[in-house]
């Protein structure tokens, strides 16, 4: 197939090898030398295009000559359960059913939601902290359970299901890797399955007993005469709750971590010459959780000089685009300070995270309460990274209150 690479040289398999253990360890490096490629390569292994820039990805992110289009897992009698969840929600799909899915989800979540959770976040934190002794593992032991706790708080199920809706969604999350086996694609079936049910089985309580939380507000919520539909509300609800704690867990690892790696910034927050609210979204920018989105083109469109054609995709590289020296000033240098900070994390154009103002409330209440009570925490030797890359994070981060 002839690509039309205006200038740009395919790239060579080994130059972004998801799988590689270096690489997940530390893709800054390829991913540098991608940007210096150009904007727009083609990946020839993955057959998509690669937007490294802050620019590119902005542009293919903000274009809505690109959607992203779901297309269902086959077998698609076995993959019905995962692709019924993704095929029914906002992220997944583009205006017009976008436009009313987001637009019923907005309306439930902007009945106060949010502000109504920033003191039960607090008193949230504060407890988990009390329960901290002088070493822990700060992912393990506080920042993995808050996010669900939050969540299940805001959607009114109860915190001591955290452990069973975290492993559904870590099933269900584990099928946006790459190279995908049939043990993840069971685990993700099987878990899709208990997923719904079990939200079902909550809206059905509601139903007969409304409260004051957001799954009865989802209930209600009408848009020009339409409710979300059964299945859409359960999608939705599970989006919630896989979109409500994945990301978070891991911006607070990836930033916690690179805070803890970088003494004399961390000096810099807890001597209160930086505010928490600046510092997070550089603990945001600085090593992404989330690092790869991907969009099809519908139609033939130019990114930065590159003609993309409809049908082809473009995987947008979100921790690169977090690098690029031409927005960022020092772009590798960890800043608690930087400000102005325009990251991508939170995405741009109509999927920009639904969930953002809850994101930033808990991470900074969280981040916050944690300082507070331990302004000299210190790594406790190595912290093991999850073996993947387009969800990136920490396995565990021991960490021991200096004396
Ligand atoms: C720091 C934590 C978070 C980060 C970094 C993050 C990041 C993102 C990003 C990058 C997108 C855009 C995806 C795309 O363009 O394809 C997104 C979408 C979304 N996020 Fe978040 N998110 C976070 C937390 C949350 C929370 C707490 C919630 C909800 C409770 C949430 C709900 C959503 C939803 C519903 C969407 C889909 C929006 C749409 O398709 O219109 N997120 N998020």
Request: hydrophobic content about 40%; aromatic content about 6%; proline content about 6%.
């Amino acid at each position: 197939m002839t690509r039309h690479t205006w200038g740009h040289l395919p790239l060579a398999g080994d130059q972004l090898d998801a799988g590689s253990p270096d690489f997940v360890r530390d893709p800054y490096p390829v991913l540098a030398s991608l940007r210096a490629k150009g904007p727009v390569l083609w990946h020839e292994p993955m057959g998509v295009w690669l937007a490294t820039t802050h620019d590119a990805v902005s542009q293919v992110l903000r274009n809505r000559a690109f959607g992203r289009l779901w297309t269902d897992w086959e077998p698609a009698a076995q993959m019905e359960p995962f692709n019924a969840l993704h095929r029914n929600q906002m992220m997944e799909n583009e205006p017009p059913t976008h436009t009313r899915l987001r637009r019923l989800v907005a309306a439930a979540f902007g009945r106060g939601h949010v502000e109504r959770m920033r003191p039960r976040i607090e008193q949230l934190a504060a407890s988990m902290v009390d329960e901290l002794g002088k070493s822990f593992d700060v992912l393990g032991d506080y920042a993995e359970p808050m996010p669900v706790f939050v969540i299940a708080d805001l959607l009114g199920v109860p915190r001591e299901d955290h452990v069973k809706l975290r492993d559904w969604s870590q099933a269900i999350v584990h099928m946006y890797e790459p190279n995908v086996g049939a043990l993840t694609k069971k685990a993700a079936i099987d878990a899709s399955t208990a997923f719904s049910d079990y939200v079902r089985d909550v809206v059905e309580q509601r139903r007969s007993s409304p409260g004051d939380d957001l799954i009865t507000d989802l209930i209600e919520a009408r848009d020009d005469g339409t409710r979300l539909s059964d299945d859409e509300l359960v999608a939705s609800v599970v989006l919630l709750l896989n979109a409500g704690h994945e990301a978070s867990v891991n911006v607070f690892g990836n930033g916690f971590h690179a805070l803890l790696e970088h003494p004399e910034q961390l000096a810099r927050i807890t001597g209160g010459e930086v505010p928490v609210e600046i510092a997070l979204e550089e603990l945001i920018r600085f090593d992404a959780p989330l690092q790869l989105f991907e969009r099809t083109a519908t139609a033939d469109v130019e990114v930065s000089g590159q003609l993309v054609r409809a049908g082809e995709k473009v995987a947008c590289l979100m921790g690169s685009a977090n690098r690029d020296a031409a927005v960022f000033e020092d772009a590798d240098v960890f800043d608690v300070g930087r400000d102005p900070n325009p990251h991508v994390g939170f995405g741009m154009g109509v999927h920009f995270c639904l969930g953002a103002p809850l994101a930033r409330a808990e991470l900074q209440i969280s981040i916050r309460t944690l300082l507070d009570r331990f302004p000299e925490l210190r790594l406790a030797g190595e912290s093991p990274r999850r073996p993947t890359w387009v969800l990136r994070g920490y396995e565990s981060i021991n960490v021991e209150v200096a004396s």
